[in-house]
């Protein structure tokens, strides 16, 4: 089954599980007589389709909240059973107070009409039904990949050997979804082209599959894109360091999904979760970063502050600019192109603090006392003021408030020839602070710099959650209020 089947089973499960709850709650709440009438507050029978059309329409945008049509084919089916009760529990509550909730006379028995009960009544019909839908469409997904339909195309790296190995133990688990249509080398040992070896599925049939070298790591995005390959299945030497970061490297700027051995996630520690583990051991290193809720609630925190920013001290933003009119000559906003998430050119704005001439033989890295800076650039680099302008940005959506620091696509260049996974920052929206801001908060003079900030970024980039950014904007604002910025 596709992702995109995938998608339309489960939307179409829900909405069928979901309308069948409303009405079976409300033959309950109206016909079943367990319950008291009130006439002027239970819904008409003519009410009832539009109102079960309302009902799911909110519940389908609790279940896109809470990340409930991600692929979960792969995952233990026990995870998405408890997201899906942790998403009812929130939901029900939220409508239990606002539309469920019944005013009771003093002589009414409570039992009779207790939004609490009609709340768990609610609440039971519609995980069973729910549930029961989601168990039917995930055992008919694991029947169709088990038949070989809907598998994703997937390659494995290593030497042949290993490539053997893994093919090995990927055909004991046809449910994961991997078709592998070949191997990269990561030496030049050659495999004969009509070699093959048999592999022998979980119900014991023997089936014969050709693994075929289709060429080594240098080739390796070429063969993605010939192959249309997912995913790609890393098999190395624990101690083959140099080769993984290279294929790492080669791979940031695609939408494969890369799985590595847990030996080796001491290696790639900062750009990999090991919750993300599967039916048998691999580890992803393209996870989602973030879950549905959090990267909602990231960006309305976005927005929102960054409004307030900008609205409520536009009256300190407006002397600020009139100070660098005023002490140097040039315009007040200095503009230049960064690159934001995956590859995409945008301009970032400052409070300019250097002379128009500072970068008239090339772009270079600031510097701690910078001579470029201007008088009132100093201060306005030591309070961080020079940054305010960047909340435009946030607002936009070129940016967010927490994230790796936007670098110019000069310098990108430059450190991906020597850093290989350092355009893996570039999966997340960069940000006015990060990690490394908060923690150091100096500016990059060298390569050996810029090698400490991006082990920040990669450690950011692999615990993001929407409080770990509550608390790096919190660790900022001290370091502003303190003055620690540098000059």
Not at 66 to 77: E, S
Not at 83 to 107: C, I, N, Q, R, Y
Not at 385 to 407: A, C, I, T
Request: proline share 5%; glycine share 6%.
């Amino acid at each position: 089954m596709s992702r995109r089947k995938e998608l339309i089973a489960l939307l179409l499960g829900d909405f069928i599980a979901l309308n069948l709850a409303w009405f079976a709650y409300y033959w309950l709440r109206v016909h079943s007589g367990w319950f008291v009438i009130r006439k002027p507050l239970y819904i008409t029978p003519s009410d009832l389709i539009p109102s079960a059309l309302i009902v799911y329409g909110m519940w389908m945008l609790a279940f896109l909240f809470f990340g409930l049509y991600r692929t979960w084919y792969v995952r233990p089916i026990f995870d998405e059973i408890v997201t899906v009760l942790k998403t009812l529990v929130f939901g029900t509550l939220a409508f239990v107070l606002f539309f469920l909730w019944e005013p009771m006379s003093d002589t009414e028995s409570p039992i009779r009409n207790d939004p609490r009960i009609l709340g768990l009544l609610y609440f039971g019909v519609t995980s069973v039904l729910v549930i029961g839908f989601r168990l039917v469409i995930r055992y008919s997904q694991r029947r169709f990949l088990e038949a070989g339909i809907g598998r994703r195309p997937s390659i494995i790296v290593g030497d042949a050997t290993r490539a053997m190995e893994l093919a090995q133990k990927v055909a004991q688990y046809p449910r994961l979804g991997y078709d592998i249509v070949g191997y990269v080398s990561t030496n030049s040992a050659l495999i004969h082209p009509s070699e093959s070896f048999n592999v022998v599925s979980r119900n014991g049939s023997v089936s014969e599959k050709e693994i075929r070298r289709l060429g080594e790591i240098g080739e390796l995005e070429k063969i993605s894109s010939a192959h249309k390959i997912k995913e790609v299945l890393i098999a190395l030497d624990s101690g083959d360091h140099d080769s993984l970061i290279q294929i790492i490297g080669r791979l940031a700027k695609t939408n494969v999904g890369i799985k590595i051995a847990p030996d080796l996630y001491d290696i790639v520690s900062g750009q990999a979760r090991t919750r993300e583990i599967y039916g048998f051991p691999l580890i992803d290193i393209n996870p989602e970063l973030q879950r549905p809720w959090e990267e909602a609630a990231k960006r309305f925190l976005d927005a929102v502050v960054s409004f307030l920013v900008l609205l409520v001290g536009m009256p300190v933003w407006l002397l600020t600019a009139l100070a660098v009119w005023l002490t140097s000559k040039g315009p007040v906003i200095y503009s230049q192109e960064r690159v934001g998430k995956n590859g995409t050119i945008f301009h970032i704005y400052k409070f300019r603090s250097m002379r128009t001439d500072a970068e008239q033989s090339g772009p270079q890295w600031a510097s701690k006392n910078d001579p470029r800076v201007t008088p009132i650039g100093r201060f306005l680099r030591k309070s961080h003021l020079d940054e305010v302008p960047q909340f435009w940005n946030v607002l936009k959506g070129d940016m967010s408030l927490v994230g790796p620091r936007p670098e110019r696509e000069f310098f990108i260049e430059k450190l991906t020839a020597e850093i290989p996974y350092y355009t893996r920052r570039l999966k997340v929206r960069p940000g006015i602070t990060g990690l490394y801001q908060a923690m150091i908060d100096k500016y990059d003079e060298n390569i050996d710099d810029v090698k400490d900030r991006v082990r920040y970024d990669l450690m950011y980039i692999e615990s993001m959650s929407f409080r770990l950014d509550l608390k790096i904007l919190f660790r900022t604002a001290y370091m502003m209020f303190r003055g620690r910025g540098q000059a």
